[in-house]
């Protein structure tokens, strides 16, 4: 495979961006695979990208690309070498969740829906779910309305 680069600009005033900090030596990122895809899934033919997040010290390139592939996640992974983009971010768990608008502004952060708030919590039925606070960031962002939630802590 042919390596490509991407930096965030070049999705301004193009596309809502979704970072997605992943690694696959989580079980809380294990859990919300499927959530995860669906995601992907429902927004593909939207004007939305997602774009994977590797900053973890435990996953090597290739662990984060056999993760993604064996998962079909169909997006670019970005390295975060030395973690800069998740400092910068406040990023300390995986998974976590970045909605960036068309004009680059940060939306929301934080947890893929209120079950991943607690180690408690995170292995619910999917279909307990009450609140989908990435979902409804990027319909919000894509209706031209306001983000309710900005963020949720989110356990990982």
């Known amino acids: 495979d042919e390596e490509k ?4 600009s070049e999705f301004k005033d193009k596309k809502v961006v979704v970072l997605y900090f992943v690694s696959d030596k989580c079980t809380v990122t294990w859990k ?16 939305v990208v997602f774009l994977g997040i590797k900053s973890s010290a435990g ?24 973690n800069k983009l998740a400092d910068y971010l406040g ?8 909605v960036i608008d068309k004009k680059g ?12 708030k607690t ?3 995170v292995a619910d039925p999917e279909d307990s779910v009450k609140t989908h606070y990435v979902r409804d960031a990027i319909t919000a962002i ?15």
């Open 5 to 8: 680069f991407f930096t965030l």
């Open 119 to 121: 180690a408690k919590t």
């Open 59 to 82: 996953d090597t390139d290739e662990q984060i690309r056999k993760y993604c592939e064996s998962k079909n996640y169909e997006f670019p992974v970005l390295l975060d070498e030395k």
């Open 91 to 98: 990023v300390r768990v995986t998974p976590i969740y970045v």
């Open 142 to 156: 894509l209706d031209g309305k306001e983000v309710t939630t900005k963020e949720a802590v989110g356990y990982g």
């Open 32 to 47: 919300y695979e499927r959530r995860t895809g669906k995601l992907m899934e429902d927004f593909a033919k939207k004007d």
């Open 105 to 116: 502004i940060l939306r929301y952060k934080g947890a893929f829906d209120e079950k991943q």
